[in-house]
């Protein structure tokens, strides 16, 4: 079946620094969302990327889809407290697969 | 602003007892799907549907675990028997159409915790 895999697991960041994970899926994906969830929520819609190689940008975030859309990454400029939480790609092809999630945490 | 409901919010069972979580998707959406959360993991597909039908249930224990749908609207996930290993966070989520090139953002509601003791 379908897998999704995320790297990294955790990353500790000042604040003020950048953060990446990564996103592997072991099919191809018809789409690829990504979601963020606060500690003792739920998971919230961020974005969806449809095209190979295409780009998104929100405001500090970055989401980049592969070309092959197999793989993706959220990349997040100069780290705030705010963007404290786990962050998951899902991908979409019959079913809506999650990875793991990067749990991001950012010292003040 | 349209919500998914989940109920019970928190669920506290003996191991071998029987228990049920309700969803009620946002009003429209075909799709709806159950997920499992164990603490520090991403959320595991349990059960997608589309309307009244079952588009994937792989990974779900069938020998304890039972999904339904019926009118196509909310959903009833129920474990009988529980076993410690279940207990987890249990999401409901829905989404205007989720499957193939059409998939759409998916909605969470807040969840039930579930704790087997």
């Known amino acids: 079946g379908q897998q999704v895999m995320q790297i990294p697991q955790y990353q500790h960041v000042q604040e003020g620094e950048d953060f990446t994970t990564y996103c592997n899926s072991s099919?191809?994906?018809?789409?690829i969302q990504w979601y963020k969830q606060r500690p003792g929520g739920h998971p919230v819609f961020l974005i969806q990327l449809v095209k190979s190689g295409e780009v998104k940008k929100q405001k500090r975030l970055t989401f980049q889809f592969g070309e092959a859309k197999k793989n993706s990454s959220l990349h997040i400029t100069a780290t705030q407290t705010t963007d404290v939480g786990t962050y998951f790609c899902?991908?979409?092809?019959?079913?809506?697969?999650f990875g793991g999630g990067t749990r991001l945490m950012v010292k003040p | 602003e349209a919500e998914v409901a989940q109920s019970p919010r928190y669920k506290i069972t003996e191991k071998s007892q029987a228990v049920a979580f309700w969803c009620d998707p946002i009003s429209g959406h075909a799709t709806l799907y159950w997920y499992r959360q164990i603490l520090g993991q991403g959320p595991e597909l349990l059960v997608q549907f589309q309307d009244e039908s079952v588009v994937d249930d792989s990974q779900l224990p069938k020998d304890r675990f039972s999904a339904e749908r019926l009118k196509g609207v909310d959903s009833t996930l129920k474990i009988q028997p529980a076993e410690l290993g279940d207990s987890a966070m249990y999401l409901c989520?829905?989404?205007?159409w989720g499957t193939g090139i059409w998939n759409t953002e998916a909605f969470f509601g807040q969840g039930t915790r579930l704790t087997v003791v």
């Open positions: 989520a829905s989404s205007p």
């Open positions: 099919t191809t994906l018809s789409n």
């Open positions: 899902a991908g979409a092809g019959n079913m809506l697969t």
